[in-house]
Nanobody, 123 residues
Framework: QVQLVESGGGLVQPGGSLRLSCAASGSIFSMNAMGWYRQAPGRQRELVAA??????????RYSDSVKGRFTISRDNAKNTVYLQMNSLKPEDTAVYYC??????????????WGQGTQVTVSS
């Protein structure tokens, strides 16, 4: 069974920084793209940032609202994806979810989600 476990959320003042981590574990055969989504109260879940696999070039993409402030990276040896968030704004407040496209041993590629971690930006 494959699991994604997130960490690093919390309360931060405007202009501050946080780093989210998401580690995948279990019977993993292969991983494609990994990414972060967020969902604020009363709003739909939206893509924040994503990174492709090394074999696909390791390219990144960001939502316009976080470009220049957030950086996504991955450590394939640790099956972990990170989100460095700088210059945080109150509108970044949301539950952040990790996502990964993973092929479990003996299975096919499927979508996996973390449990979510709360990020609150407030003075």
């Amino acid at each position: 069974q494959v699991q994604l476990v997130e960490s690093g959320g919390g309360l931060v003042q405007p202009g501050g920084s946080l780093r989210l981590s998401c580690a995948a574990s279990g019977s993993i055969f292969s991983m494609n793209a990994m990414g972060w989504y967020r969902q604020a109260p009363g709003r739909q879940r939206e893509l924040v940032a994503a990174v492709t696999s090394i074999t696909d070039g390791g390219s990144t993409r960001y939502s316009d609202s976080v470009k220049g402030r957030f950086t996504i990276s991955r450590d394939n040896a640790k099956n972990t994806v990170y989100l460095q968030m700088n210059s945080l704004k109150p509108e970044d407040t949301a539950v952040y979810y990790c996502h990964a496209d993973i092929m479990a041993v003996g299975g096919l590629f499927d979508d996996y989600w973390g449990q979510g971690t709360q990020v609150t930006v407030s003075s």
